[in-house]
């Protein structure tokens, strides 16, 4: 009897924690002297929560799913990538995924920072050494 109930009370504990976490949560505003009424937080983690990483990372778990970029997720970074032998092809490509992810991006109530992303075009350096070797026998 008591293995049962010290295993049921351990299975309920992360289920409670994110309960109080996440629900029945209130937040006023103070400025100076003067403060706000409470207000319900409908959505959201606390900012500096131990679990803020852990839930995000929860949260856009499926976020490779959503188009055909190769995909990193660490934090709240996230690294999409695409490869394509034509430059062309590789900007249409790029452009459609894009579309995908910021459809996903909306429909799970996230926004992309436009000012903290960046965009990288690369060559392989076989494909660069081959290209000047070209370049330097004309």
Not at 35 to 45: A, E, F, H, K, M
Not at 53 to 73: E, W
Not at 90 to 95: A, E, I, P
Not at 108 to 126: A, D
Request: include cysteine; aromatic fraction near 12%; charge should be positive.
């Amino acid at each position: 009897m008591t293995n049962f109930i010290i295993t049921s009370a351990l299975e309920e504990f992360p289920y409670n924690y994110f309960v109080v976490i996440l629900f029945n949560r209130k937040q006023f505003v103070k400025l100076e002297n003067v403060q706000s009424g409470l207000v319900d937080i409908s959505n959201g983690v606390s900012q500096g929560s131990v679990l803020e990483p852990l839930l995000f990372i929860m949260y856009i778990n499926d976020l490779p799913k959503s188009s055909a970029f190769y995909t990193v997720l660490y934090a709240d970074d996230t690294y999409l990538c695409l490869s394509h032998k034509n430059i062309d092809n590789l900007q249409h490509m790029v452009n459609m995924e894009l579309i995908k992810v910021d459809k996903w991006l909306r429909s799970n109530k996230l926004s992309l920072n436009y000012s903290k992303s960046t965009f990288m075009l690369t060559k392989s350096l076989k494909k660069i050494a081959i290209y000047r070797k070209l370049v330097h026998s004309k």
